[in-house]
């Protein structure tokens, strides 16, 4: 499976990011050499392998939880570039 640059374009323009030509050719050749790279780990034998998500065994530490005083509205709203009323106002994304 190759990558083309039209590919590259469209996940760019997703991401809002404006890539110069050389960069477009830039990041074909590079998304080529890792897809190129996954076939080859593609080939190996895996049966029998049991699938992990880390390498070393993780252990997560929780903390109490704790009910306690939240801020005012006014100084939590003070922090919002904008807002209207009690919510915060965004930028649309969606069009």
């Given at each position: ?10 996940v760019?323009?997703l ?7 050389q ?18 780990l593609n080939?190996?034998?895996t ?7 880390h390498v070393?065994?993780?252990?997560n530490v ?16 003070a ?10 106002e ?6």
């Amino acid at each position: 499976m190759k990558i083309t640059r039209k590919e590259v374009q469209h996940v760019a323009e997703l991401a809002r990011l404006c890539l110069s030509e050389q960069e477009e050719e830039k990041f074909v050749g590079q998304l080529n050499q890792i897809l190129t790279y996954m076939d080859k780990l593609n080939e190996l034998g895996t049966e029998g392998v049991e699938p992990l998500s880390h390498v070393l065994p993780i252990r997560n530490v929780f903390k109490e939880d704790r009910v306690k005083e939240s801020l005012a509205r006014h100084l939590v709203m003070a922090n919002a570039p904008a807002h209207e009323g009690d919510f915060y106002e965004v930028p649309k994304v969606i069009e």
